[in-house]
């Protein structure tokens, strides 16, 4: 039965490993899983995704920023989510509109209803089943997020690391109002303990949810 689960929080909290993990002990319930993120997810999503994260383009202006979001997601949801769900399968997104309203709302201070409308257009009617907000404080994030890109071989994708404290506190309370203003579909965990604390917690807490859900479809 198709359900769509988004994981969001802050840089650094673990959601992406906890997503993973997530994956294999559906997969291993025998459930058809895709696992995909934003920015990103498809091969023109991607292209967009180097130029948000790229540390270089600090020139990106605030709106810039949300309409190339938009753009990415709009593709991402017609190539991978929309078809992924109508063959019946779990969707599994690391962030999706949430973060939108969380970073570029209250972390950059844009019109939470012009972000609503982008997010509208790029999505129809596509929105999570329930999400995880994975939660943890501003300080033990970062310093987490910033040993992994700098262990990472690869491209540095560390242009919103580098933001202020303060811009990732204004994220971080973004993403936890959100949660109390839609307690139906968000379940918060704490992410500051180990990963294997993290995950039991949330298998406690979300399986019996995605039961329901699956038994209503």
């Known amino acids: 039965m198709a359900c769509f689960i988004t994981f969001e929080g802050i840089e650094g909290c673990g959601k992406t490993t906890q997503l993973s993990l997530l994956a294999q002990k559906l997969r291993s ?25 790229d540390a270089g383009n600090s020139a990106i202006t605030p709106m810039t920023e949300l309409l190339l979001y938009a753009a990415a997601r709009a593709q991402h949801v017609a190539e991978v989510i929309v078809p992924a769900l109508q063959s019946g399968r779990i969707v599994l997104c690391d962030r999706f509109t949430d973060a939108t309203v969380a970073y570029q709302g209250d972390g950059r201070g844009l019109d939470h209803s012009v972000i609503a409308q982008l997010n509208h257009l790029a999505t129809g009617s596509i929105r999570p089943d329930l999400t995880l907000l994975v939660d943890c404080q501003v300080e033990v994030g970062l310093a987490r997020a910033m040993a992994r890109i700098n262990s990472c071989q690869g491209a540095r994708e560390d242009r919103f690391e580098l933001e202020s404290l303060q811009f990732h506190q204004r994220v971080r309370e973004g993403y936890l109002k959100l949660a109390e203003q839609e307690p139906k579909r968000f379940i918060v965990i704490d992410g500051a303990g180990k990963i294997e604390e993290t995950e039991a917690a949330i298998s406690g807490l979300l399986f019996p949810r995605l039961s329901e859900l699956l038994a209503g479809c």
């Open 29 to 53: 319930r025998g459930h058809e899983v895709t696992v995909t993120r934003e920015p990103g997810g498809c091969a023109i999503a991607d292209r967009i995704r180097e130029i948000l994260l």
